[in-house]
C-alpha cells in the first residue's frame, strides 16, 4: 500500500506533456488558411501513461484548406470521417479509441436522417463497441458551404504502457 502511495505522489508532480496533432496529407493548418485562423487541429496530452486526444471540430477540407463536396451533405460526412481518421492515425489511434463526438449539423431537420444512416454505417463498418458518446447539434458553421463538423475526444494507452 505504500508503495502506491508513494507512486501516487510522484504522479501528481509529473507535467503534462501537450503537443498539436496534425496529418498534411489530408488537410492543412487552419493558421495557412487565406484568413488565417488561431487553433490546432488537435491537441495530444500525455498523462502519466494515458494519452487524451482532442481532435478539434473537422470538416471537408483538402489538404490546401479548401471546402470539397459544395452542396453534397453525405459526400462531406465522408470527407470528415476521413479527415478524423487521419488525425487518430498520425497518433496511433483509431475510432475504437473515440469515447466522445460532438457533431455540428447546418441543418439537423434535412440532414440527419442521412448523417444517423451514414455514421451507422461507418462504425458498423468499423465494428465499434461501445459506441462513442455523441451529441448532435444544428449550428451555423465557419464556413458557409459546409454542412457538417465533428469534434472528437479520444482516449488511449501510451506505447509501452
Known amino acids: 500500500m505504500r508503495e502506491i502511495i508513494d507512486q501516487a505522489a510522484i504522479n501528481v508532480n509529473l507535467?503534462?506533456?501537450?503537443?498539436a496533432v496534425a496529418n498534411h496529407t489530408l488537410?492543412?493548418?487552419a493558421y495557412a488558411y487565406a484568413k488565417p485562423s488561431s487553433f490546432s487541429r488537435g491537441m495530444r496530452l500525455?498523462?502519466?501513461g494515458i494519452v487524451v486526444l482532442l481532435i478539434s471540430g473537422t470538416a471537408s477540407i483538402d489538404e490546401q484548406g479548401v471546402s470539397v463536396h459544395t452542396g453534397d451533405f453525405r459526400s462531406q460526412l465522408r470527407r470528415t470521417f476521413k479527415n478524423i481518421s487521419g488525425l487518430l492515425?498520425?497518433?496511433r489511434a483509431s475510432w475504437h479509441d473515440?469515447?466522445?463526438t460532438t457533431c455540428y449539423l447546418r441543418d439537423i431537420?434535412?440532414?440527419y436522417?442521412?448523417?444517423n444512416e451514414e455514421r451507422t454505417a461507418f462504425y458498423r463498418d468499423l465494428g465499434l463497441k461501445p459506441l462513442?458518446?455523441?451529441t448532435d447539434i444544428e449550428t451555423i458553421l465557419c464556413r458557409p458551404e459546409l454542412l457538417v463538423e465533428i469534434e472528437v475526444i479520444a482516449m488511449l494507452r501510451a506505447e509501452g504502457q
Open 132 to 134: 462513442p458518446a455523441s
Open 98 to 100: 473515440v469515447v466522445r
Open 113 to 115: 436522417a442521412v448523417f
Open 89 to 91: 492515425e498520425s497518433e
Open 46 to 48: 500525455d498523462l502519466n
Open 15 to 19: 507535467p503534462i506533456i501537450k503537443r
Open 109 to 111: 431537420h434535412r440532414d
Open 27 to 29: 488537410l492543412n493548418e
